[in-house]
């Protein structure tokens, strides 16, 4: 659809910020024009203007610019609006609101137009006093006891974006779910009230929102390093990076505080810097993403690595690895889930009480090692806006480096508190003379290798994606690496676990699973890999078992897939 002049005029004089009305207006001069240059301004305004960027289960998150489709400040105190809006009908007017926000383009302005909303609208909004990491936000809530927060952060994202984070708790959500990001109906029900907002010209501002003090930090750093006993080892020469992100000094204090002083951090990477100048991408997921750590480690000879996604609210690490070019292995988001599963077993066990809870894309791992400590163990929707809902929940994961280790403090992945555990868990591998690599072999020997992989195919047209799903249930594989699929499930149906998603779930009689389905946040369909092979002692022959099936597997589905 072609948007027209007018369309953009109307927009550009109810937009509150003069550098996207010059920006659009610019566009539109140029749209004026012939020739290739106005081709592509309109294209450029065609897509600002495809619609309103949506509301949902993650918030807000998209590219900064001028436009209905575009992070700006516009964008966001119409949804501030709507959000003040729902929560004075569900709570009152005097509804509170933590705000938090990290070092990106244009966050401390949101965050502050975001209290300027609330404050008008009665509310009473609190302001974290500086770029802090998305798990500080998620804190506070819980610890304030707000009737929400925002947080705003794009995460992983690319630098030109930008988004909004919403929490519910307080008044406004109690039980299992109180102070974790929103989920149905919520979602609609805010979005309902965003689209009923005036014009952001026309949405009352107003001062006096307060700017909390360092206590809300404070609390947050001694409660993380609360969750390891006094007196334990912690000789552990640690390489960190929080990516040029915001949880650098957050991330370094909480480990000093645990008893983890020898921490090297990386200098090209220690400072929040919007650029993300040394990364392709700002994913610690990503190839190349580590390098600058690994150098690091070699350099120091660092027992372990740690890294942080910008908002911290991810972690990932590298260990010692003599069969790995270079000599160091990153782990899976698997991998890591497992280990800081079973050492939360142990303790959780030893209390007698406490669930286990990993999304339907992540390994089966999980489940195995929850029944070999005689715990319940819960599979839910990805997100952690679902796990951090499960009653009981003692430690929760997702495969995409997402950790919950304090869930009555932290209803939301957490990259420091994570980074916390794993140090400790270097520090009790190290008094047992192990290493991580053994720790991974001991959980191989008692449940079976867990090989896990995955295959992303990125669209420019997402009819494409919906084509493929539609096709692969009317005609889905009858066999995946040489084995006949005996179990089916299409997980739009729901079931007494799960709530209807959109996703295939395929399970062969070796016991390989599958999982298709589109991305929540990126044009991409996904599929999620499992080869499962039973080992007793040979813990080597039993993972090339799984290594060569895991090929298999990945040129059949990448086969079935294909678009």
């Known amino acids: 659809m072609t948007v027209t002049a007018d369309e953009v005029r109307a927009w550009i004089a109810a937009d509150p910020d003069e550098r996207t009305r010059a920006e659009l207006a610019e566009l ?13 301004a309109q294209a450029d305004l065609d897509s600002r203007f495809s619609g309103p960027l949506e509301f949902g289960t993650a918030g807000l998150r998209g590219e900064l610019g001028g436009g209905p489709h575009r992070m700006n400040r516009a964008v966001v105190i119409r949804a501030a609006a709507g959000l003040s809006d729902f929560l004075a009908r569900e709570v009152g007017r005097d509804f509170t609101v933590v705000i938090g926000y990290d070092a990106r383009y244009g966050s401390a302005r949101f965050a502050k137009d975001t209290a300027a909303v609330v404050t008008a609208a009665g509310g009473r909004a609190l302001l974290l006093p500086a770029p802090l990491p998305t798990p500080v936000l998620a804190f506070a809530v819980r610890h304030l006891g707000t009737d929400a927060g925002v947080m705003v952060t794009a995460s992983h994202n690319p630098p030109q974006d930008n988004g909004y984070k919403v929490y519910l708790g307080g008044r ?10 929103i989920v149905p109906p919520y979602d609609a029900r805010i979005a309902e009230r965003i689209a009923a907002a005036p014009a952001a010209t026309d949405v009352p501002l107003a001062d006096g929102w307060e700017v909390l003090g360092d206590d809300v930090h404070e609390a947050y750093l001694q409660r993380v390093a609360s969750l390891l006993p006094p007196r334990h080892t912690r000789e552990v020469r640690i390489v960190y990076t929080p990516m040029h992100g915001v949880g650098g000094a957050t991330a370094v204090e909480a480990l000093r505080r645990a008893g983890f002083s020898d921490v090297h951090v990386v200098s090209e990477q220690a400072q929040p810097d919007p650029d993300f100048p040394t990364v392709a991408f700002p994913n610690p997921e990503e190839p190349g ?32 690895d003599r069969n790995q070019v270079g000599g160091w292995r990153q782990l899976t988001g698997d991998e890591i889930g497992a280990l800081l599963g079973e050492q939360t077993a142990v303790a959780a066990a030893f209390a007698g009480r406490g669930v286990l809870a990993s999304s339907v894309v992540s390994s089966r791992l999980l489940e195995r090692i929850a ?5 319940e163990h819960r599979t839910t929707l990805t997100g952690f806006k679902w796990i951090a809902r499960t009653e009981g929940l003692a430690f929760g994961y997702e495969e995409a480096i997402g950790y919950c280790v304090d869930p009555a403090a932290v209803r939301d992945k957490d990259g420091i508190s994570a980074a916390v555990r794993i140090a400790y868990l270097a520090a ?17 020997r008692r449940h079976g290798v867990h090989e896990t992989s995955q295959i992303s195919v990125r669209v420019s047209d997402l ?8 096709r692969l249930r009317a005609d889905g594989p009858a066999t995946l690496a040489g084995s006949p699929v005996v179990t089916t499930t299409d997980l739009a149906a729901g079931s007494a676990d799960l709530p209807p998603t959109d996703g295939l779930l395929y399970l062969t009689a070796a016991g390989d699973r599958v999982i298709i389905r589109p991305s929540g946040t990126e044009p991409k369909l996904k599929c999620y890999l499992e080869v499962v092979v039973p080992s ?15 090929e298999l597997l990945r040129s059949d589905v990448a086969g079935v897939v294909a678009m």
């Open 536 to 550: 007793t002692t040979d813990v080597s022959t039993a993972r090339h078992t799984a290594a060569v099936r895991m």
């Open 28 to 40: 539109l001069e140029q749209a004026s024009g012939t020739g290739e240059e106005a081709a592509a």
């Open 289 to 320: 993403a580590l390098d600058l750590a690994l150098d690091r480690a070699r350099a120091v000879d660092a027992d372990l690595v740690i890294a942080n996604d910008p908002d911290a609210d991810r972690c990932t690490m590298a260990v010692p």
């Open 172 to 181: 406004a959500v109690t039980g299992a779910g109180q102070g974790a990001q």
């Open 428 to 444: 009790q591998l190290r008094d047992r003379g192990e290493s991580f690599l053994d720790a991974l072999d001991h959980l191989a």
């Open 371 to 375: 029944d070999s400590h005689g715990l």
């Open 463 to 470: 009819s494409l994606i919906a084509g493929t799903m539609a």
